[in-house]
């Protein structure tokens, strides 16, 4: 290690001394009451499995739709306490993990798939204001930015084929990113105006407290072990008994499907962040920040950051990290390794906020399927509906997928469930340990295309031939 390697080491290790090892958006007293666990054997017209965005939007969807409804949800743990409590809040229209990827895979649609991501997003904003949900939220847009000069041909590639599916993105030089915000490696951005910020954990309990109002009935700590078919009903096996069902949505995200089929279709991929605490009115004026643009930069290994309001920046991103068997464990969650990288990525990004401590340090898990973004279907003829794989963008595309799965569930052909994208699946993930060695080939990869001028060496452009892929 150099002299100057071991001080900017030491500076990076003090910025991250004392951040509590749990996620900011959880660490706050606006936190619910904790529901009781369900008492015994019951029925339910529908019952939700899975209390995150998708389960809370799928419940006060359905009594929206149908008032009165006899609605559970049944939420392992607590309500919002997995990635819909700890994500980056940003809340985008986008329903294809981005705009190349939906033109890569579904092109004829983009523009369809488009109106109805900004629609969605107007109705997550309609339902913000309607329940009074504090949940900060800002339709600031969204910057994704330029550090290194061959992605700068790529902004104006990508602003020419929105233009074409009719989405209108802004293209901004240096200057005019700088004017924004300012930093030595920002090249140049595409500003998408059809995007928001949310407080995450606020959102979740806002929507719990809404299907609470609305009389849909909650359990929390009920984990469902299995499921089972009956002719006219679903069994949900349960520590506290056998709940029965009419029709049942599965939102259960990352966990281990209760569908067998559905395990080899998604990957539990960890993902990081880290909050600073709130910037002073200097350190706010040296990065030129006043905005408040979500941002996030090209590179295959991307960060993403926002601002608060109370003017903290969460910094996270650039490792995805998959464990062998698809494993999962509550100490996965934190990583110096990848904590110590992401402060020292925020400090040549922003050199003038050296001497800014962080306050929080986490991580959480993310439903990776190899098209990236959400697939949806039905079991249990027609009487199960289940959507997963959102990956790394499911703030906004849960309620999409949520009007998806009641519209499945009542057998209604709507423009959503006429999508090509809605009716198709992905490819599987293959068994271990083709898989683990697969998603190393693909990581090493990505990291060598970034430090190689975004040049795809043959594994990956042999993926992107099939359609697979690997994302966070
Ligand atoms: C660190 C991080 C950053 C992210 N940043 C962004 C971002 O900025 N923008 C964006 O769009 N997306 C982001 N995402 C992704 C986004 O958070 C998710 O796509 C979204 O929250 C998924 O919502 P969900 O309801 O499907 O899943 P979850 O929020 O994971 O909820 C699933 C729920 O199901 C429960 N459950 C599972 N199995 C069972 C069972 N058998 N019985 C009962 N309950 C069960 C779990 O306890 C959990 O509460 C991020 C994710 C992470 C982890």
Do not use: K
Not at 115 to 144: K, M, P, Q, W, Y
Not at 328 to 336: G, W
Not at 370 to 382: L, N, P, Q, V
């Amino acid at each position: 290690m150099t002299g100057t390697t071991a001080v900017r080491t030491s500076a990076v290790r003090r910025a991250l001394d004392g951040a509590a090892p749990t996620p900011y958006w959880l660490d706050d007293p606006a936190r619910p009451e904790t529901a009781a666990a369900l008492a015994g054997p019951t029925s339910a017209d529908l019952v939700v499995v899975g209390g995150g965005y998708l389960g809370l939007w799928t419940a006060l969807l359905a009594v929206t739709r149908e008032p009165g409804r006899d609605v559970l949800v049944l939420e392992a743990l607590t309500c919002g306490h997995a990635a819909s409590g700890r994500n980056g809040g940003f809340c985008e229209a986008s329903l294809t993990h981005g705009l190349a990827n939906g033109l890569a895979r579904w092109p004829e649609e983009m523009p369809a798939l488009l109106e109805l991501g900004r629609t969605n997003l107007d109705a997550i904003e309609a339902a913000v204001a309607e329940h009074a949900i504090d949940c900060d939220f800002v339709r600031s847009g969204a910057l994704s930015v330029a550090t290194a000069d061959h992605q700068l041909a790529d902004l104006v590639e990508e602003q020419e084929a929105a233009a074409e599916a009719g989405q209108v993105l802004e293209l901004l030089d240096r200057a005019a990113l700088r004017d924004r915000v300012s930093s030595p490696v920002f090249r140049g951005a595409l500003l998408d105006p059809d995007s928001a910020l949310v407080e995450p954990a606020r959102l979740a309990w806002g929507l719990r407290a809404a299907c609470l109002a609305a009389g849909v009935r909650i359990a929390e700590r009920t984990p469902v072990h299995a499921l089972s078919g009956r002719e006219r009903s679903i069994q949900l096996r349960t520590t506290s008994g056998v709940v029965t069902a009419r029709q049942v949505v599965l939102a259960t995200n990352a966990a281990r499907p209760l569908l067998r089929r559905l395990r080899l279709m998604t990957v539990p991929v960890y993902d990081y962040a880290l909050m600073t605490e709130p910037l002073s009115g200097q350190q706010r004026a040296a990065i030129g920040w006043q905005g408040r643009e979500g941002i996030s930069d090209r590179t295959n290994r991307f960060h993403y950051f926002r601002t608060t309001r109370d003017g903290r920046i969460l910094w996270g991103g650039y490792d995805a990290i998959y464990h062998f068997g698809s494993r999962q464990r509550a100490a996965y969650e934190q990583r110096d390794a990848t904590f110590e990288t992401l402060a020292e990525n925020f400090f040549t990004t922003f050199p003038q906020l050296e001497g800014v401590q962080f306050t929080h340090r986490w991580g959480g898990v993310i439903d990776t399927c190899t098209r990236f973004t959400a697939f949806h279907g039905t079991a249990c003829a027609g009487r199960v509906a289940y959507a997963l794989g959102f990956t790394g963008l499911g703030v906004g595309a849960t309620r999409f997928a949520a009007e998806v799965a009641l519209d499945q569930l009542a057998g209604l052909d709507t423009p959503r469930t006429r999508l090509r994208m809605v009716r198709e699946r992905p490819v599987p993930f293959p068994p271990e340990p083709v898989r683990w060695a697969g998603i190393r080939a693909t990581t090493w990869s990505l990291a060598q295309a970034d430090r190689n001028e975004g040049r795809e060496n043959l594994w990956l452009r042999t993926m992107d031939r099939l359609g697979l892929g690997f994302d966070s």
